[in-house]
């Protein structure tokens, strides 16, 4: 796994385990590298939080994660209600 490897190279000691599609859980020799471990993962493209212990940790300025899944949802949503009319009079528009 990329991380595992790039994580030795830095000599953190981690070791990841993948949980589900969305989870990574990840168990550290030493506890003192946590805050170096936080920041590796925050800037990886496909890190979108952190939890450790009770603490969900993102990026700054990020919405929590249910916020911006439940976002999607709605625009799904929105885009699927949409009547074929409707979707046939944007099309004559644009020609």
Same mark, same amino acid.
Do not use: C
């Given at each position: 796994? @990329?991380?595992?490897?790039?994580?030795?190279?830095?000599?953190?000691?981690?070791?990841?385990r993948?949980?589900?599609?969305?989870?990574?859980?990840?168990?550290?020799e030493?506890?003192?590298?946590?805050?170096?471990l @936080?920041?590796?993962?925050l800037?990886?493209?496909?890190?979108?939080?952190?939890?450790?212990?009770?603490?969900v940790l993102?990026?700054?300025?990020?919405?929590?994660?249910?916020?911006?899944?439940?976002?999607?949802?709605?625009?799904?949503?929105?885009?699927?209600?949409?009547?074929?009319?409707?979707s046939?009079?944007?099309? @004559?528009?644009e020609?």
């Open positions: 796994m @990329k991380w595992t490897k790039i994580l030795r190279t830095g000599s953190l000691g981690v070791r990841f993948g949980v589900d599609l969305n989870t990574i859980m990840f168990n550290m030493r506890g003192q590298h946590t805050t170096e @936080k920041e590796f993962a800037n990886q493209p496909e890190a979108y939080d952190i939890k450790i212990g009770d603490q993102r990026r700054p300025g990020d919405p929590p994660l249910e916020e911006v899944v439940e976002k999607l949802q709605n625009e799904k949503k929105r885009v699927e209600n949409d009547s074929p009319a409707e046939n009079r944007h099309l @004559k528009e020609l």
